[in-house]
């Protein structure tokens, strides 16, 4: 039990003992609370990975050596045997390879893979792009087809199962059905939380339908996974 006793006159009261501010208002506590819950509301998934140690996956990819009827550029061009054939190559490899190194790059040094194939007469072309990462979906500009009076729009999204491709359509006066030979798929991707796989047209010849691509993709899927 204690006693308080009056002070002694002519003495100041001794000041109270000031009292412990919570841990809530302390700045630096605050701050990092603040971080915390704002990084939490915008969803960064980053703030996870780097307290558990996680991120993307450094693990390398290795191309399949077909897609489809389509061979790797390099074995198409050395069947036809043409004179200036290896020095083709020489430039397909270099650009597959600086594309690969990029897109790992652009992904925090995810895995990536880069590589062309072609046809038997290398009229028809495709670029693979992979990497261990997920991306966001594809995205088609929006365009006021109405106030342009045009059936479709120039680049339009299209869904074949788990694959997104984005095509182009050809200039179409609204009322008029789109001339299939004046579309073609620019790309098609497909997109998970540890891999993300992406044809490429290189060129329109062989490149129309959006459900051949999207099966390209899935092969390389399945194959990469």
Known sequence: ??????????????????????????PAVTGLLGFVVGALLVGVPWLVLSLLGGGPSGQSLSA?????????????????GEGNGQAVVTRIEKTDRE???????AYGGAGSVAQQ???DQLERGVQLI???APSPELVAPYEDIEAFGLAVPSTEL??????????????????STPDPEQSFVTSC??????LTVTVRSLGSAGNRDPRELAGLVDQAWRELE
Not at 65 to 80: D, M, W, Y
Not at 99 to 105: N, Y
Not at 167 to 174: E, I, L, P, V, Y
């Open 130 to 132: 992979a990497v261990r």
């Open 158 to 175: 299209v869904r074949v199962g788990a694959v997104q491709c984005l095509r182009h359509n050809g200039s179409t006066a609204a009322g």
């Open 64 to 80: 399949p050596p077909r897609l489809g009827e389509l061979s790797r550029a390099q074995e198409a061009i050395a069947k036809l």
């Open 189 to 194: 991707q497909r997109t998970g939380p540890d």
């Open 117 to 119: 194939y072609q046809d």
């Open 1 to 26: 039990m204690t006693e308080d006793f009056p002070p002694v006159p002519g003495q100041q009261a001794p000041a109270p003992a000031p009292r412990r501010r919570s841990l809530l208002v302390r």
């Open 99 to 105: 594309t690969a190194a990029r897109v790992s790059v």
